[in-house]
């Protein structure tokens, strides 16, 4: 099934980026389909995943392991060409939990076909390179 839409500004992207982590599953299947290529890979520091299935799983497994959180953008988006920078941090209701930046390359259709996480301040206790495998 393909969904056709009008693509969207970086700015918009990032926008509805930011949104889809703060969804139910069902919300992020809605937004997914439009938002995300059907191949959409996902390299963080603990680990690659591939498909829009795989990142609502991944925030199904997030939110078991910390609780509620929100995700925001902690600035405006920055764009090149086919790059959007998206700079975010989660929040908890305690105050800040983690922060990062998320480079999403955009296919031609404007759709995400990858996002390339970074982490920029991990959470208290939290080692990236524990969980890191090579490929």
Known sequence: MTTETTPRSPAATAEAYVSFWNLSAEEQRTLGATLFAADVARSTPVGESTGLEALI???????????????????????????????????????????????????????????????????????PDAHHEEA
């Open 57 to 127: 799983d991944f925030t199904r497994q997030f939110t078991e392991g910390v609780g509620a959180y929100t995700f925001v953008a902690r600035a405006e988006p920055d764009s090149h060409h086919r790059h959007v920078r998206v700079r975010w941090e989660i929040r908890k209701e305690e105050g800040s939990f983690a922060e990062g930046t998320d480079v999403l390359g955009l296919d031609r259709s404007g759709r995400i076909a990858t996002i390339t996480a970074f982490i920029d301040r991990a959470p208290d206790g939290f080692d």
